[in-house]
RNA sequence: GCCGAGGUGGCGAAAUUGGCAGACGCGCCAGACUUAGGAUCUGGUGGAUAAAUCCUUAGGGGUUCGAGUCCCCUCCUCGGCACCA
C-alpha cells in the first residue's frame, strides 16, 4: 500500500508547516512582562499528565488525550486566548530504572534516548506544545526544585488550630516559651515528630524482587503494581509525608472542583473519612486501657466481647498463662502470611481468646477480650469492641466460637441474624426508645463526661511512604550526624546522585546509593540519606515549572505563576488552576491525590496563589487493540502512530483519535476507521484541489467566489455553531461528523464557493492543521482573504438567522405512533397545526369510525392525536 | 460483598427540556467512469414480510398523549475498593 501514490501529498506538506511553526514560534506563550505580551488577552492552561518515556514509544493511546488538548490549544488561540501547552518528561523512577537493568544501559543513557524517541514522535503528530517551555524531572535544574520543595516540607509542620502548614521555627519558639526547661534534644524529638517529612519505623509493604519498598497507592492485591511481584510487610526505618493532616481540605476542597463526580468518589473513598467515637475499656485485673473506635456508639450495650489485632501492643499484657501458648501460635501463623494470604482467607474467621476479660463502660459488664485477624493493626486503634448483633463480621465470629449475641437496635422490619442499619435502641439502658442518631450523640456526650471515651475522627488514608531503595530518583537533601537526620541548605542544592556503574538494588535492604562509599560521607563527618524520592516526586509540581522552566532563583516565578494559574472568577482568584487538564483514570488517587497535596502546603507556606492545582480534570477513555483487548506488547496488538503516519499522515491519525468515539469512553482501534477519515481528509482536498493532465495537483477550476445558496449558507452556519459547541464540550466526534456532512454537501456543488471553503479550513485547522496550512496557503494565491497562516485566524461566528428555514416538518402521530408528515410554515400556532393535521388523508383514514380523544401540539416539533 | 461507569444495527457510534431511534463513519450491495480498481463519484443498507404493515435501544414492570431518555426490579460487561469496625 505505502507503494501507491498518496490521495493527497501529507508526505510532502507536513514537516514542512511542523517547521514553520517553530520557527515563527506560532504557539510560544509569552508570560507577564516578556515580549509580545498582550495584557487583555484571556489566559487558557491546557496541560497533560506528561508521559514517563518507556523504551517502547509512544503508542495511539497515548495520544488520544494529547489529540484533544491540542485541538483545545489551537482552537483557544484563534479565540483570541494566551495559551500555555506545555510538554515534558517524568523519567525519574521505577519503570525508567528497570528498563535500565533490563537493556544494560545506564538509566541516563537510556532516559536521555526514550525522551529524543518520545519526542520525535510527538513532533510528528504536529502538536502544537511550546517546547521553549520542556521540563524533564531528570534534569538538576529541576529536580533541584523538587529537593527544595522537600527541605519545605521537612521544614513545616501542620498547625491543627488554622489547618495549615507553617514553618517549623514556629513551632520551635512556641516550644520553647512553654517548655523552658526542656532539652534541646528532646526539643528537636518533639520537632521531628510534627515535621511533615519525618521518619518513622514502621511496617512497610517491602518488594524483594524490586529491592525497594512501596507506598499503599502502589500494592495491588499483595502484589507490585509496577511487576506484580510479591510484597512483604516488614519494619524498616523509612521517610514518610504527613499527608493525613491534610485528609479533611483534601475532602472538603475537592468539593467545588470541576472534575468527573466518579475520580471525587475514589479519592474519597480513598481516604476514607469515618466519623464516630473512641470508647475506652479498662482490662481486667490491670492498670491498662483498650481504645476502641466505632461509627456505631449507639450500640456499646450490645459490645459482648472484643477483639485486638493479633500486632496489638496489649496482646501480651491481656493474655494470661494458660492461652499464652495458644495466642503465640496465632500469632507466628499470622506473621509468615501475607496480606494477600490474610485477605484470602476471609471466608472463615478464625481467631483466639486470649483469657483476659475487659468492662464494658456501658453496663459494667465483664467481656472477653479475643484477637483475631479480621481486626486490622493498621486502622482505627488496632482493637474493635464487637457488637454480633449489629456487625456482619463480628456476628459470624460469635456464631463460629459460640459468643453471646445480643440486640440492642430495633429494626424497622423484624430481620434474623444481625442487622446493620438504623432503628430504635433497646436493652441499652438510658438510651432506650432513642432513634440511632439521637443515640449516637447521647452516648458520646455521656462517655465524655465519664472520661472514657470521645467523638473520633478515623481515615483510611495512611501517610505517604517516600523513600525508596533505588538508584534512579532524586537524592533527599538530607545527612546524617550522630544518628539525626539534618537538612542540608539551599546552597547546596541540586544534590546530584552520584554516577553508579552498578545501580542494580543490592539485594539486601541497602539501597544501591551505598555503593557509593566516596558521595556518601561529607568532609565533616557527616554522611548521606541514602534512600531516593519515588516516582511521584517529580509529577506533583511539574506543571508549575512549565510556568517558568528556566527561572533560576525560584521554582516558579510569581507573577507568571499568579497569571498562569488564577481562577476566572475574580471574586475568588485562590480558586484557580490548570484550566483543562486531560489524563487516563490510573492517576485518579495517585499522582492527583500527592500533587494536591503538595501544592496545599505551597500554597499554606506563601509560594503558590491557588488552593488547588487543577480546576478541570477530564479522563480519556483507554484505547483497546482491534480486538476489543487491552493494547499490550504481550498480545501483539499494540498499533504505534509511526506506522498510522507514515501510511495516512499525521491529520488522519489526529481526526482518528477523535472520531472513534467520546473522549472518556473506551473503545476498541480500528484500522478501517483510520481509511474512513483518511478519504474524508482527501475529499476536502479534492474540494479545493484537481489533479491535471500531468499528475500534478491544481487549484480546482470549481472555485469561485459567488454567493451561497440558502441551503448552503444553513450547512455553514449550522457547522460552525455544531463545531464550536462541541469543542466547548469536548465532543470531538460529533463536530468531525458535522464537518463531514458539510464536505458532503458542497462536493456535489457545481461551483464551490470559496468563502465556505474558507469557513470549513478555518474549523478544521484545530483537527488537521497540515492539511489546512496547505490549502490555505494554496488558495491564497489566487483569492483573497487567505493572509497569514490558517492557525491564526480568528475563529468563525454563527448567524442565527442563517441557521431556521421558513418552513419545518412537523411529525403527525396517532396514540403516540408515526401516521403522517407535513411541511408548515415555521412557528405556526398550535390551533392550525391541529387543523393541519386533522386534514391529513392519512390521519382521515386511521381514525375513521373512531373518535379523537385528545390533540397534543407541540409547534415545530409534532401533533399527536389520541384515538379511540 | 460495596462503590462507580456502561449495555442502542454486522462494527465504531448519534439522539436540547421526554417528541421522527440509528446522524456521521466503517463494512456490505448496486450502478457510473475506467485497460484495470484495493482509486473516485452516485444511490441503497436496523429486523421480519410479497406487500400494506408489524417489531426494535440488555430483560421485565411502571409513570405519560408520547420513554433510548424519568421511576422500580432483574441480568450482563468494564473500572475501583475489599474483614475499614
Given at each position: 500500500?505505502?507503494?501507491?501514490?498518496?490521495?493527497?501529498?501529507?508526505?510532502?506538506?507536513?514537516?514542512?508547516?511542523?517547521?514553520?511553526?517553530l520557527?515563527?514560534q506560532?504557539?510560544?506563550?509569552?508570560?507577564?512582562?516578556?515580549?509580545?505580551?498582550?495584557?487583555?488577552?484571556?489566559?487558557?492552561?491546557?496541560?497533560?499528565?506528561?508521559?514517563?518515556?518507556?523504551?517502547?514509544?509512544?503508542h495511539?493511546?497515548?495520544?488520544?488525550?494529547?489529540?484533544?488538548t491540542?485541538?483545545?490549544?489551537?482552537y483557544?488561540?484563534?479565540?483570541?486566548?494566551?495559551?500555555l501547552?506545555?510538554?515534558?518528561?517524568?523519567?525519574?523512577?521505577?519503570?525508567?530504572?528497570?528498563?535500565?537493568?533490563?537493556?544494560?544501559?545506564?538509566p541516563?543513557?537510556?532516559?536521555?534516548?526514550?525522551?529524543?524517541?518520545?519526542?520525535?514522535?510527538?513532533?510528528?503528530?504536529?502538536?502544537s506544545?511550546?517546547?521553549?517551555?520542556e521540563?524533564?524531572t531528570?534534569?538538576?535544574?529541576?529536580?533541584?526544585?523538587?529537593?527544595?520543595?522537600f527541605?519545605?516540607?521537612?521544614?513545616?509542620?501542620?498547625?491543627?488550630?488554622?489547618?495549615?502548614?507553617?514553618?517549623?521555627d514556629?513551632?520551635?519558639?512556641?516550644?520553647?516559651?512553654e517548655?523552658?526547661e526542656?532539652?534541646?534534644?528532646?526539643?528537636?524529638?518533639?520537632?521531628?515528630?510534627?515535621?511533615?517529612?519525618?521518619?518513622?519505623?514502621?511496617p512497610?509493604?517491602?518488594?524483594?524482587?524490586?529491592?525497594t519498598?512501596l507506598?499503599?497507592?502502589?500494592?495491588?492485591?499483595g502484589?507490585?503494581?509496577?511487576?506484580?511481584?510479591?510484597?512483604?510487610?516488614?519494619p524498616?526505618?523509612?521517610?514518610?509525608l504527613?499527608?493525613?493532616?491534610?485528609?479533611?481540605?483534601?475532602l472538603d476542597?475537592?468539593?467545588?472542583?470541576?472534575?468527573?463526580?466518579?475520580?471525587?468518589?475514589?479519592?474519597?473513598?480513598w481516604?476514607?473519612?469515618?466519623?464516630?467515637?473512641?470508647?475506652?475499656?479498662?482490662?481486667?485485673?490491670?492498670?491498662?486501657?483498650?481504645?476502641?473506635?466505632t461509627?456505631?456508639?449507639d450500640?456499646?450495650?450490645?459490645?459482648?466481647?472484643?477483639?485486638?489485632?493479633?500486632?496489638h501492643?496489649?496482646?501480651?499484657?491481656v493474655?494470661?498463662?494458660?492461652?499464652?501458648?495458644?495466642?503465640?501460635?496465632?500469632?507466628?501463623?499470622?506473621?509468615?502470611?501475607?496480606?494477600?494470604?490474610?485477605?484470602?482467607?476471609?471466608?472463615e474467621?478464625?481467631?483466639v481468646?486470649?483469657?483476659?476479660?475487659?468492662?464494658?463502660?456501658?453496663?459494667?459488664?465483664?467481656?472477653?477480650?479475643?484477637?483475631?485477624?479480621?481486626?486490622?493493626?493498621?486502622?482505627?486503634?488496632?482493637?474493635?469492641?464487637?457488637?454480633?448483633?449489629?456487625?456482619?463480621?463480628?456476628?459470624?465470629?460469635?456464631?463460629?466460637?459460640?459468643?453471646?449475641?445480643?440486640?440492642?437496635?430495633?429494626?424497622?422490619?423484624?430481620?434474623?441474624?444481625?442487622?446493620?442499619?438504623?432503628?430504635?435502641?433497646?436493652?441499652?439502658?438510658?438510651?432506650?426508645?432513642?432513634?440511632?442518631?439521637?443515640?449516637?450523640?447521647?452516648?458520646?456526650?455521656w462517655?465524655?463526661?465519664?472520661?472514657?471515651?470521645?467523638?473520633?475522627?478515623?481515615?483510611?488514608?495512611?501517610?505517604?511512604?517516600?523513600?525508596?531503595?533505588?538508584?534512579?530518583?532524586?537524592?533527599?537533601?538530607?545527612?546524617?550526624?550522630n544518628?539525626?537526620?539534618?537538612?542540608?541548605?539551599?546552597?547546596?542544592?541540586p544534590?546530584?546522585?552520584?554516577?553508579?556503574d552498578?545501580?542494580?538494588?543490592?539485594?539486601?535492604?541497602?539501597?544501591?546509593?551505598?555503593?557509593?562509599?566516596?558521595?556518601?560521607?561529607?568532609?565533616?563527618?557527616?554522611?548521606?540519606?541514602?534512600?531516593?524520592?519515588?516516582?511521584?516526586?517529580?509529577?506533583?509540581?511539574?506543571?508549575?515549572?512549565?510556568?517558568s522552566?528556566?527561572?533560576?532563583?525560584?521554582f516558579?516565578?510569581?507573577?507568571?505563576?499568579?497569571?498562569?494559574?488564577?481562577?476566572?472568577?475574580?471574586?475568588?482568584?485562590?480558586?484557580?488552576?490548570?484550566?483543562?487538564?486531560?489524563?487516563?483514570?490510573e492517576?485518579?488517587?495517585?499522582?492527583?491525590?500527592?500533587?494536591?497535596?503538595?501544592?496545599?502546603?505551597?500554597?499554606?507556606?506563601?509560594?503558590?496563589?491557588?488552593?488547588?492545582?487543577?480546576?478541570?480534570?477530564?479522563?480519556?477513555?483507554?484505547i483497546?487493540?482491534?480486538?476489543?483487548?487491552?493494547?499490550?506488547?504481550?498480545?501483539?496488538?499494540?498499533?504505534?502512530?509511526?506506522?498510522?503516519?507514515?501510511?495516512?499522515?499525521?491529520?488522519?491519525?489526529?481526526?482518528?483519535?477523535?472520531f472513534?468515539?467520546?473522549?472518556?469512553s473506551?473503545?476498541?482501534?480500528?484500522?478501517?476507521?483510520?481509511?474512513?477519515?483518511?478519504?474524508?481528509l482527501?475529499?476536502?482536498?479534492?474540494?479545493?484541489?484537481?489533479?491535471?493532465?500531468?499528475?500534478?495537483?491544481?487549484?480546482?477550476?470549481?472555485?469561485?467566489?459567488?454567493?451561497?445558496?440558502?441551503?448552503?449558507?444553513?450547512?455553514?452556519?449550522?457547522?460552525?455553531?455544531?463545531v464550536?459547541?462541541?469543542?466547548?464540550?469536548?465532543?470531538?466526534?460529533?463536530?468531525?461528523?458535522?464537518?463531514?456532512?458539510?464536505v458532503?454537501?458542497?462536493?456535489?456543488?457545481?461551483?464551490?464557493?470559496?468563502?465556505?471553503?474558507?469557513?470549513?479550513?478555518?474549523?478544521?485547522?484545530?483537527?488537521?492543521?497540515?492539511?489546512?496550512?496547505?490549502?490555505?496557503?494554496?488558495?491564497?494565491?489566487?483569492?483573497?482573504?487567505?493572509?497569514?497562516?490558517?492557525?491564526?485566524?480568528?475563529w468563525?461566528?454563527?448567524?442565527?438567522?442563517?441557521?431556521?428555514?421558513?418552513?419545518?416538518?412537523?411529525?403527525?402521530?396517532?396514540?403516540?405512533?408515526?401516521?403522517?408528515?407535513?411541511?408548515?410554515?415555521?412557528?405556526?400556532?398550535?390551533?392550525?397545526?391541529?387543523?393541519?393535521?386533522?386534514?391529513?388523508m392519512?390521519?382521515?383514514?386511521?381514525?375513521?369510525?373512531?373518535?379523537?380523544?385528545?390533540?397534543?401540539?407541540?409547534?415545530?416539533?409534532?401533533?399527536?392525536?389520541?384515538?379511540?
Amino acid at each position: 500500500m505505502s507503494e501507491r501514490r498518496k490521495q493527497f501529498p501529507f508526505p510532502d506538506f507536513e514537516s514542512k508547516w511542523q517547521q514553520l511553526w517553530l520557527e515563527r514560534q506560532t504557539f510560544h506563550a509569552p508570560n507577564p512582562y516578556e515580549p509580545g505580551f498582550d495584557p487583555p488577552k484571556p489566559k487558557f492552561y491546557v496541560l497533560d499528565m506528561f508521559p514517563y518515556p518507556s523504551g517502547e514509544g509512544l503508542h495511539v493511546g497515548h495520544l488520544e488525550g494529547y489529540t484533544a488538548t491540542d485541538i483545545i490549544a489551537r482552537y483557544k488561540w484563534m479565540k483570541g486566548f494566551n495559551v500555555l501547552h506545555p510538554m515534558g518528561w517524568d523519567s525519574f523512577g521505577l519503570p525508567a530504572e528497570q528498563f535500565a537493568i533490563k537493556t544494560g544501559l545506564h538509566p541516563s543513557v537510556a532516559t536521555a534516548r526514550n525522551i529524543a524517541r518520545f519526542k520525535s514522535q510527538l513532533k510528528k503528530i504536529g502538536f502544537s506544545y511550546d517546547w521553549a517551555r520542556e521540563v524533564t524531572t531528570t534534569d538538576p535544574g529541576y529536580y533541584k526544585w523538587t529537593q527544595w520543595i522537600f527541605l519545605k516540607l521537612y521544614n513545616s509542620w501542620f498547625d491543627p488550630q488554622k489547618k495549615a502548614a507553617r514553618p517549623v521555627d514556629d513551632l520551635i519558639s512556641r516550644r520553647r516559651l512553654e517548655f523552658p526547661e526542656e532539652s534541646d534534644d528532646e526539643r528537636r524529638d518533639f520537632v521531628d515528630r510534627h515535621r511533615l517529612a519525618y521518619v518513622t519505623e514502621a511496617p512497610v509493604n517491602w518488594c524483594a524482587d524490586l529491592g525497594t519498598v512501596l507506598a499503599n497507592e502502589e500494592v495491588l492485591d499483595g502484589k507490585s503494581e509496577v511487576g506484580g511481584f510479591p510484597v512483604v510487610r516488614r519494619p524498616m526505618r523509612q521517610w514518610m509525608l504527613r499527608i493525613t493532616a491534610y485528609a479533611d481540605r483534601l475532602l472538603d476542597e475537592l468539593e467545588p472542583l470541576d472534575w468527573p463526580e466518579s475520580i471525587k468518589i475514589l479519592q474519597r473513598n480513598w481516604i476514607g473519612r469515618s466519623v464516630g467515637a473512641q470508647a475506652m475499656f479498662s482490662v481486667c485485673d490491670l492498670n491498662n486501657v483498650i481504645t476502641v473506635f466505632t461509627t456505631r456508639p449507639d450500640t456499646l450495650f450490645g459490645a459482648t466481647y472484643m477483639v485486638l489485632a493479633p500486632e496489638h501492643p496489649l496482646v501480651d499484657q491481656v493474655t494470661t498463662s494458660e492461652q499464652r501458648a495458644a495466642i503465640e501460635e496465632y500469632r507466628a501463623k499470622m506473621a509468615t502470611k501475607s496480606d494477600l494470604e490474610r485477605t484470602d482467607l476471609a471466608k472463615e474467621k478464625t481467631g483466639v481468646f486470649t483469657g483476659g476479660f475487659a468492662i464494658n463502660p456501658a453496663n459494667q459488664e465483664k467481656i472477653p477480650i479475643w484477637i483475631a485477624d479480621y481486626v486490622l493493626m493498621s486502622y482505627g486503634t488496632g482493637a474493635i469492641m464487637a457488637v454480633p448483633g449489629h456487625d456482619e463480621r463480628d456476628f459470624e465470629f460469635a456464631k463460629k466460637f459460640g459468643l453471646e449475641i445480643r440486640y440492642v437496635v430495633e429494626p424497622p422490619v423484624a430481620v434474623e441474624s444481625y442487622f446493620t442499619g438504623e432503628g430504635i435502641a433497646k436493652n441499652s439502658g438510658f438510651l432506650d426508645g432513642l432513634p440511632t442518631p439521637e443515640a449516637k450523640s447521647k452516648i458520646i456526650d455521656w462517655l465524655e463526661k465519664q472520661g472514657s471515651g470521645k467523638r473520633f475522627t478515623t481515615y483510611k488514608l495512611r501517610d505517604w511512604l517516600f523513600s525508596r531503595q533505588r538508584y534512579w530518583g532524586e537524592p533527599f537533601p538530607i545527612v546524617w550526624r550522630n544518628s539525626r537526620h539534618e537538612a542540608l541548605c539551599e546552597s547546596d542544592l541540586p544534590v546530584v546522585p552520584p554516577p553508579l556503574d552498578d545501580y542494580r538494588p543490592t539485594g539486601t535492604i541497602e539501597p544501591p546509593l551505598s555503593k557509593a562509599k566516596a558521595w556518601i560521607r561529607l568532609s565533616d563527618g557527616a554522611t548521606r540519606e541514602l534512600n531516593t524520592m519515588p516516582q511521584w516526586a517529580g509529577s506533583c509540581w511539574y506543571f508549575l515549572r512549565f510556568i517558568s522552566p528556566n527561572e533560576a532563583n525560584r521554582f516558579v516565578d510569581e507573577d507568571a505563576e499568579r497569571y498562569w494559574m488564577s481562577g476566572n472568577e475574580a471574586k475568588n482568584r485562590r480558586r484557580g488552576g490548570v484550566d483543562l487538564y486531560v489524563g487516563g483514570t490510573e492517576h485518579a488517587v495517585l499522582h492527583l491525590l500527592y500533587a494536591r497535596f503538595w501544592h496545599k502546603v505551597l500554597y499554606d507556606l506563601g509560594y503558590v496563589s491557588t488552593i488547588e492545582p487543577f480546576h478541570r480534570l477530564v479522563n480519556q477513555g483507554m484505547i483497546l487493540g482491534q480486538d476489543n483487548q487491552k493494547m499490550s506488547k504481550s498480545r501483539g496488538n499494540v498499533v504505534s502512530p509511526d506506522e498510522i503516519v507514515e501510511e495516512y499522515g499525521a491529520d488522519a491519525l489526529r481526526l482518528y483519535e477523535m472520531f472513534l468515539g467520546p473522549l472518556e469512553s473506551t473503545k476498541p482501534w480500528s484500522m478501517s476507521g483510520v481509511e474512513g477519515v483518511y478519504r474524508f481528509l482527501a475529499r476536502v482536498w479534492r474540494l479545493v484541489i484537481d489533479e491535471n493532465q500531468e499528475g500534478q495537483w491544481q487549484l480546482s477550476s470549481c472555485l469561485g467566489t459567488v454567493q451561497l445558496s440558502t441551503k448552503q449558507q444553513k450547512v455553514v452556519h449550522s457547522t460552525i455553531k455544531k463545531v464550536s459547541e462541541d469543542l466547548e464540550s469536548l465532543s470531538f466526534n460529533t463536530a468531525i461528523a458535522q464537518m463531514m456532512i458539510f464536505v458532503n454537501e458542497f462536493t456535489s456543488a457545481e461551483i464551490r464557493p470559496v468563502e465556505a471553503l474558507r469557513t470549513l479550513l478555518i474549523l478544521l485547522c484545530p483537527f488537521a492543521p497540515h492539511l489546512v496550512e496547505e490549502l490555505w496557503w494554496r488558495l491564497s494565491a489566487s483569492f483573497a482573504g487567505f493572509e497569514g497562516m490558517a492557525c491564526e485566524q480568528s475563529w468563525p461566528v454563527w448567524r442565527d438567522e442563517f441557521l431556521g428555514e421558513e418552513e419545518v416538518q412537523i411529525v403527525i402521530q396517532i396514540n403516540g405512533k408515526l401516521r403522517d408528515k407535513v411541511t408548515v410554515r415555521k412557528d405556526l400556532g398550535k390551533e392550525e397545526l391541529e387543523q393541519v393535521a386533522l386534514a391529513s388523508m392519512k390521519v382521515q383514514e386511521a381514525t375513521r369510525g373512531k373518535s379523537v380523544r385528545k390533540i397534543i401540539a407541540i409547534p415545530n416539533k409534532l401533533v399527536n392525536l389520541v384515538v379511540h
